[in-house]
């Protein structure tokens, strides 16, 4: 099995549970650490004629992530494109059970496992915080309606006061977000790259909670621990 992959998340879960079957990855594809395979553009412009001369017997996409241009060139060279699409974290268990199965993977990984039974025997939030979440700026945008995201932080007991917006990542003006008075702001590390001197600064007063965008946005072995890293850095804005 030669598998091309254009998520980053699902990279990582493909390379560390079928072992070699990976050949291709995009340029953003950064786990596991020190990943050895043909890159093959970005997730937005992947080289579609890199990942033919692969001649992959997969390729593993995303609805929301790659581009239906992209997808459609490949499957009009012939090529099989399995395309996911990730609302919520149950969705995502059940997604990457069905592309560890595409790609050959037949015992259930044991970080699968243990991703659901974190999630499942997570305890109920003793109290939940509002919040906006920023994913880019100039222009500013945040988490809007349905997302991956949005649902991590909500079984965080983070509800983030975009989440009934009409747009799934809408824009909004930086004194509308102000003026929506959270009760913290999450900064993650992609994709926009927020740091402590890029981000915080236009949310005075109010506490930001830098975190990992690999925990909160990707579906992967990064499950198994997101809970925890995600609380630790909520609660270190908090305090």
């Given at each position: 099995?030669?598998?091309?992959?254009?998520?980053?998340?699902?990279?990582?879960?493909?390379?560390?549970?079928?072992?070699?079957a990976l050949v291709g990855a995009?340029?953003?594809?950064?786990?596991?650490?020190?990943?050895?395979?043909?890159?093959?553009?970005?997730?937005?412009?992947?080289?579609?004629?890199?990942?033919?001369?692969?001649?992959?017997?997969?390729?593993?996409?995303?609805?929301?992530?790659?581009?239906?241009?992209?997808?459609?060139?490949?499957?009009?060279?012939?090529?099989?494109?399995?395309?996911?699409?990730?609302r919520d974290v149950p969705q995502?268990?059940?997604?990457?059970?069905?592309?560890?199965?595409?790609?050959?993977?037949?015992?259930?990984?044991?970080?699968?496992?243990?991703?659901?039974?974190?999630?499942?025997?997570?305890?109920?939030?003793?109290?939940?915080?509002?919040?906006?979440?920023?994913?880019?700026?100039?222009?500013?945008?945040?988490?809007?309606?349905?997302?991956?995201?949005?649902?991590?932080?909500?079984?965080?007991?983070?509800?983030?006061?975009?989440?009934?917006?009409?747009?799934?990542?809408?824009?909004?003006?930086?004194?509308?977000?102000?003026?929506?008075?959270?009760?913290?702001?999450?900064?993650?590390?992609?994709?926009?790259?927020?740091?402590?001197?890029?981000?915080?600064?236009?949310?005075?007063?109010?506490?930001?909670?830098?975190?990992?965008?690999?925990?909160?946005?990707?579906?992967?072995?990064?499950?198994?621990?997101?809970?925890?890293?995600?609380?630790?850095?909520?609660?270190?804005?908090?305090?």
């Amino acid at each position: 099995m030669r598998v091309v992959s254009l998520v980053p998340s699902l990279t990582e879960a493909v390379a560390v549970s079928a072992p070699g079957a990976l050949v291709g990855a995009t340029d953003w594809c950064s786990h596991p650490v020190g990943l050895d395979v043909t890159r093959v553009g970005g997730t937005k412009n992947p080289k579609v004629d890199r990942i033919v001369a692969l001649a992959p017997d997969l390729v593993i996409a995303n609805d929301e992530e790659n581009r239906a241009p992209d997808l459609d060139a490949l499957r009009a060279a012939g090529i099989e494109v399995l395309v996911t699409e990730v609302r919520d974290v149950p969705q995502a268990f059940r997604e990457l059970a069905r592309v560890l199965d595409a790609c050959g993977v037949r015992a259930r990984p044991r970080w699968l496992d243990e991703a659901e039974r974190t999630w499942s025997s997570s305890p109920a939030p003793d109290r939940r915080t509002t919040a906006v979440v920023p994913i880019w700026r100039r222009p500013w945008m945040v988490l809007g309606r349905d997302t991956f995201a949005g649902d991590v932080l909500a079984r965080l007991g983070v509800d983030h006061l975009y989440a009934a917006h009409e747009d799934r990542y809408p824009r909004i003006p930086l004194d509308d977000l102000l003026a929506a008075a959270p009760d913290v702001v999450v900064l993650p590390d992609e994709p926009y790259r927020f740091t402590a001197d890029d981000g915080p600064e236009a949310f005075p007063g109010l506490p930001c909670a830098l975190v990992s965008g690999r925990h909160l946005t990707w579906y992967g072995p990064s499950l198994t621990e997101a809970p925890r890293v995600l609380s630790e850095a909520l609660r270190a804005a908090r305090r």
